[in-house]
């Protein structure tokens, strides 16, 4: 069982004044190390796809990305982490997940530790198609 973890850290909001938050990086790393070798893969596909296509226009968070992904792992699953069966191909398994992620980009994401959501609206989302056109191509 996982040690709930919790940290505050200090940040600057966009009035520039210092307040502080909480902070799962520690329970996320103890989640990311408990996930599948293919899961894990999964997270740094994400990843990738979303580096290559680097703009000018903000580009979602990885943690909004880690978020995404924990939550289809976890919350949205009947199976909870065996949500991608080990049998099932990678690349199955990551075309699935960005089409996940593009149906979820026209609305906000379930924080994965918190009750509010994440809107997706404010970041440049583009690459998503521009994944799925690649991996249709493979």
């Known amino acids: ?15 520039e004044r210092e307040k502080w938050r909480p902070s799962f990086s520690l329970t996320e790393v103890h989640i990311i190390k408990k996930l599948s070798r293919k899961q894990r893969a999964l997270y740094k596909g994400l990843k990738f796809f979303r580096d290559i296509h680097k703009s000018v226009f903000a580009e979602i968070p990885s943690y909004y990305l880690k978020t995404f992904l924990l939550n289809h792992l976890f919350l949205d699953s009947c199976d909870g982490i065996t949500f991608f069966a080990e049998h099932e191909s990678f690349y199955c398994a990551l075309c699935y997940i960005v089409v996940r992620l593009n149906l979820a980009v026209k609305g906000d994401i ?13 970041y440049d989302i583009r690459w998503i198609e521009s994944t ?5 191509q493979c």
Request: zero cysteines.
């Open 1 to 15: 069982m996982l040690d709930n973890v919790i940290h505050v850290i200090p940040y600057v909001d966009y009035a």
């Open 110 to 122: 379930q924080n994965f530790f918190l009750k509010n959501r994440l809107n997706l609206s404010d």
């Open 132 to 136: 799925l056109n690649i991996l249709e």
